[in-house]
Each structure stands twice: as structure tokens, then as C-alpha cells.
């Protein structure tokens, strides 16, 4: 969606995002119109539209944009630099972009071309490159991005959560965060999703990190509570995980559902319940190979003040360079 235009001064702001951008001809085949602008998270909206509200949900801090002109002949293109409080945050506004068909780049940490558009996804910044409906101006316009994402520090591979679902069957660069609402359910949004196709069919993965082991109850109450009321319950399967349930209904499809300590994991498709169930198997065997050991270190560094890690994502989520 084309910005609108800015009335207020915002060239006079400072962030860091602007070291990124490229000056004047620095970019090949690109020159800057005119100084790059600044836009700090609360004023979004004086500069997109419905946009404004997403990147509000995920908490951005602020947003710098160039405006480039192609000196080959391949129009315009606009460089937005989204900055945010963490790599999970900013993970989030990327990935809800990923809809529709797309082409992923070999880019770190994650880049994918999309209609008239390049994304990328780099620590607590998202990039957002979009270019004219010129056909040709593609590799014109990756060289662009691919110059933006060479002034970028190296950053931590994707949250350390998404490691936990099973590797059998996942679709490759599936992985989103969501603010929203997972499953259709709002109560169980700030969740970790991944696709997978089981022999053809799709299933979604989620997994919800809650603040205690009270609340992960709670929140499989509820998604339990919602298939009571709707569709039918059936056998829980033994052993998995420490409470869980099986359900069907004709709208929602098959779910096996469960908890570990504060984590609430779902699967969801309408597949035969048995290899929905497969999943969620070995999802659990991934999960208590590692989650144990990690749990009881964060819950020591929470007592004893953690004071050397100012992230605001909790350390058992963090991948580490």
C-alpha cells in the first residue's frame, strides 16, 4: 500500500535504523530523492493506513524510510526500515506477511519477494522494499535489499521455540508469530505457528508460551471447552504431555491438544486423527529433551535478578549467535 504523504517534519528524527539506509548514488542503480524520514512508532499512522494498527500489536518503535529513483530506467523504490523492541516482535510483523504466494531469497535471517515487494527480516528489524509494477526492476530492486542487509548486524537465527515442533512433514519457512490469534482464537494469540503437509494435507502447529503453568491450564480449558461446545471429545492419548485432549468437529477440524509446564502446543487439520496425532508425539519428545533443563534456568535467573540480560524476551525463547 503506497504511504501518505507526510506533512510534519520527520527528516529531523534520529534512529538507528538510518545508518542502514543507503546515501545519494551508494546503492547501484539507485539514487536517494531526497533525506530519509524517521516516524516513531505511535505517529504510524500519519504515514500508513490500516498497516499502522499491525505494526502497533507488535510494538515497533519507529519506522525509516527512503525514497529511491531507479537510474536504469526501473522507476521508483521505497525502503521502510521497521524497528522493534526484539527479533521475536519484529519476526512477528514480518511473518504475518507471508501470505499468498512468495518466493523466499537465500538472505539471512529470512527474505521473500512477494508482488511488487521484497521482505526481510533481520534481529529487531523489518525491511520492507516495494518497487514499481515494472517487471524488470526485480534484480534491481534485490541488489537494493541486498545493500540494505549488508549494513545490518548479524542477528539470532529464528525463536528458539519454533525448534521444538516436529521436523516430519513441516513446510519450510512456515514459521509465524502472532500477536492476534491462533486457530482463529484470540485467546490464545502471542503464539508460535508452523505449517506442515501430511501427505497432501495441510495441519497447523502452535505453540503458546504462557507467564506459569496456571495459565497454560487455563488456556487448554478453554480450547478444550470451545470443541465441548461445538464438536465432540475424545479419547486423550496416554503420556503425552502433563494434560491433553482429542477432539473433532465438522467446521474445525481434528485437534490433539496439550500442555508441558507453561506451554499450551496444539495441532490442528482435518486429517486422519491418527497422524495428527503423530505430530503432536513427537513434538512432546522434542519438547522434554530439551524444555526441562531450560525452564529451571530461566526460573533461577528470574530469582536471581538476570541482571546481565536486558532482552525483553524470556532466555529460554532467545537463540544465541
Same mark, same amino acid.
Given at each position: ?16 535504523? /538510518?545508518? !542502514? ?24 499512522? @500519519?504515514?500508513?493506513? +490500516? ?11 519507529? #519506522? ?6 531507479? $537510474? ?32 523466499? %531469497? ?29 517487471? @524488470?526492476?526485480?534484480?534491481?530492486? /534485490? ?8 549494513? #545490518? ?26 500477536? &492476534?490469534?491462533? /486457530? ?34 487455563? %488456556?487448554? @480449558? %478453554? ?10 471429545? #475424545? ?15 465438522? !467446521? #474445525? ?7 508441558? @509446564? ?15 496425532? &503423530?505430530?503432536? $508425539? ?11 533443563? +531450560? ?22 525463547? +532467545?537463540?544465541?549467535?
Amino acid at each position: 500500500m503506497s504511504p501518505k504523504p507526510v506533512d510534519e517534519n520527520f527528516a529531523s528524527i534520529e534512529s538507528v535504523s /538510518l545508518q !542502514f539506509l543507503p546515501r545519494q548514488h551508494e546503492a547501484p542503480g539507485w539514487q536517494l530523492e531526497k533525506d530519509p524520514i524517521v516516524i516513531p512508532g505511535n505517529r504510524l499512522r @500519519d504515514y500508513l493506513d +490500516q498497516d499502522a494498527a499491525t505494526f502497533a500489536r507488535y510494538e515497533a518503535i519507529d #519506522m525509516t524510510a527512503g525514497t529511491y529513483t531507479g $537510474t536504469n530506467g526501473y522507476g521508483f523504490a521505497t525502503v521502510e526500515i521497521f524497528r522493534f523492541p526484539d527479533f521475536v516482535k519484529s519476526f512477528g510483523a514480518y511473518s504475518v506477511h507471508k501470505e499468498g504466494p512468495v518466493k523466499f %531469497l537465500d538472505i539471512a535471517n529470512e527474505a521473500f519477494v512477494a508482488k511488487h515487494s521484497i521482505h526481510l527480516w533481520r534481529g529487531p528489524f523489518y525491511v520492507r522494499v516495494t518497487g514499481g509494477a515494472n517487471a @524488470d526492476a526485480l534484480p534491481s530492486l /534485490l541488489r537494493l535489499t541486498s545493500f540494505v542487509a549488508d549494513r #545490518m548486524p548479524a542477528a539470532p537465527a529464528k525463536p528458539a521455540v519454533f525448534n521444538f515442533f516436529s521436523t516430519n512433514y513441516r513446510v519450510p519457512n512456515s514459521e509465524r508469530y502472532s500477536a &492476534d490469534a491462533a /486457530l482463529g482464537q484470540r485467546f490464545l494469540a502471542n503464539s508460535f505457528q508452523v505449517s506442515f503437509n501430511v501427505d497432501g494435507a495441510p495441519v497447523t502447529g502452535v505453540i503458546v508460551p504462557s507467564a506459569n503453568q496456571a495459565t497454560a491450564a487455563r %488456556l487448554l @480449558d %478453554l480450547y478444550r471447552t470451545l470443541y465441548v461446545r461445538n464438536g465432540k471429545l #475424545m479419547d486423550p492419548i496416554p503420556n503425552l504431555g502433563e494434560d491433553n485432549f482429542t477432539a473433532e468437529d465438522k !467446521f #474445525m477440524g481434528r485437534t490433539v491438544a496439550f500442555r508441558i @509446564d507453561r506451554l499450551l502446543i496444539a495441532f490442528n487439520g482435518f486429517n486422519e486423527r491418527q497422524k495428527i496425532i &503423530d505430530l503432536a $508425539t513427537a513434538t512432546d519428545q522434542r519438547i522434554l529433551g530439551t524444555i526441562r533443563k +531450560q525452564l529451571v534456568t530461566a526460573d533461577k535467573n528470574a530469582e536471581n535478578g538476570d541482571n546481565g540480560n536486558t532482552s525483553t524476551v524470556p532466555a529460554w525463547m +532467545q537463540n544465541k549467535h
